[in-house]
């Protein structure tokens, strides 16, 4: 597309820096646009072409223009190739070692940790007692869990091609679909035996259909036929599971002499640990966009993008603190909770300006999940003692029963 211009005097080519004078007797220039290859970069460069007797001269320039244009466009390119190669050479040299960590996932195993603490300190509030014995095979089984959730994950993951390229995959790195798989049952078995013998010595019916009910959600989250991960609906599950099912489950499996009443201190409490939890859920989702749209993956972040998945990550954080507020306000948690949770507000904002930084480098957003995990583990944390200092040092009135 060329536009008619008029041009007296020198003209700058700012790109290169190159002054081309103009006698005045040439008026009459043709002037287009010549945009670099879209791989490279999208400014543009200016070009002139002239239909007067200074013709030649302007020529003689405009070679000049091209040469030092295929020079820089050469060293760009050496560069980009040079970065590219570097990059994939980083990637193809990761060590077994560092593999094996990715695929252990080590942190995520605080959301087996975080919902028994603060569970057994809302027990704490509402009885004073703790079973240190009851929560450490209540943890120990917890942990089997989420490790029959990783190890499940990567098989089924494995079976659609989700996981093709996936180093850190437990089924790639092991090569055995089929060991992986009876492991992550046997462990799951092993679990669920440990939920099962506490849930009878306390005589606690309610406690163990809410872990069964926890333990469903986490199946039909990924395991065929139901695969509602498949349909974006892994958030809400995971809120469930690990919010309202197992976290109050927790609380009612540390009561020893009598069954502990359900009350808006513990739904509270695990709201809030659900709400933490599924932002790190959401948060994975960021570096796999490309692979879950492969296979058919519709996760929150494949239908929003990581622009808008970003902003929903900052609505979600301020959301955490505004409900602490509130629930600290209107008396359902005590004051003390919201002392220690406020304290995690920088904890929240890096969360924020990490996503929002760099939510389009696949590189680094991967590390966004660990983020949020610092959150979830340090709100956790805040959460229960905050639970257990009202027992302590406030005072804080027994909450009533709401069923």
Known sequence: MALAATFNGPIL??????NIHLPTSSRNFIFRTCSLPSNITRS???CFQCTGRSGNAINLRWKEVKQRYSSLRGIFMCRVQQHDATSEENEENISK???IWRAIKLPIYS?????LTVGSAAAYLQTGLFSARRYFILLASSVFIIT?????NDVYD?????DKDKKESVVNIVGSRTGTFIAAYLLLALGFLGLTYTSVETANLRAILLLASAITCGYIYQCPPFRFSYQGLGEPLCFAAFGPFATTAFYLLQSSTSELPITCTILSASALVGFTTSLILFCSHFHQIEGDKAVGKFSPLVRLGTQAGSRAVKVGVATLYSG?????FTQTLPFTCIILCALTIPVGKLVVSYVEKNHEDKAKIFMAKYYCVRLHVLFGVALAAGLVAAKMVARYPVSKPIF
């Open 13 to 18: 080519v700012s790109a290169f820096n190159i």
């Open 111 to 115: 959301v087996a940790l975080v919902p």
């Open 324 to 328: 602490m507020l509130l629930l600290g």
């Open 97 to 99: 070692a560092t593999l």
């Open 44 to 46: 543009s460069l200016c």
């Open 158 to 162: 494995f079976d659609t091609g989700a």
């Open 148 to 152: 029959w959730l990783n190890l499940s």
